[in-house]
């Protein structure tokens, strides 16, 4: 079965230092990973997908086959990043996505 | 473009009750998913629509069923309600070309469903 893990229920940080949200995956299978954020009073949507290898807001994620992970990182925070974060695994050619549960990323001033 | 829009907004129903709610996709998308999050959880996967047909579905039972029109709005009914029913119903809309692989889905705000 596909289960998506996301260790930290709360995260904390100040605004300047490096996040790193966890995520890791079990799937067998060949899968596409992704983050979606929600912020405050907004609906949820995507942050990145590692298929396209981009930083978003100068977030970026490796998917790490070996160690089935895909943390998301940004080497300083901001206070505009406090939200909720999940991550997702999508198996090859069905877009249904299976979530985390996530991570609720605050930065302090 | 709207996006994708959910309604109602959010409704309060008694155990035993049947619900509706209803979904229109992102103008130009073909595929519509329904996830259920309960309070303090990540979004599960309930059941997918394409072509007016449901093409995969998550670990829920029959009480959960769905209806994709020729527009590709949708709608998700859930029958004999259940308190553990309550939660976050979130709408997602994507495009399948053929089988294009990972193809964005598009949320929806959700419609907040209370069983009393």
Known sequence: AQRVTQPEKLLSVFKGAPVELKCNYSYSGSPELFWYVQYSRQRLQLLLRHISRESIKGFTADLNKGETSFHLKKPFAQEEDSAMYYCALSIQGAQKLVFGQGTRLTINP | ?116
């Open chain 2, 1 to 116: 473009d709207a996006g994708v829009t959910q309604s109602p907004t959010h409704l309060i129903k008694t155990r035993g009750q049947q619900v509706t709610l209803r979904c229109s996709p992102k103008s130009g998308h073909d595929t519509v998913s329904w996830y259920q999050q309960a309070l303090g959880q990540g979004p599960q996967f309930i059941f997918q629509y394409y072509e007016e047909e449901e093409r995969q579905r998550g670990n829920f039972p029959d009480r959960f069923s769905g209806h994709q029109f020729p527009n590709y709005s949708s709608e998700l009914n859930v029958n004999a309600l259940l308190l553990g029913d309550s939660a976050l119903y979130l709408c997602a809309s994507s495009w399948t070309s053929g089988r294009a692989l990972g193809n964005e889905q598009f949320f929806g705000p959700g419609t907040r469903l209370t069983v009393l």
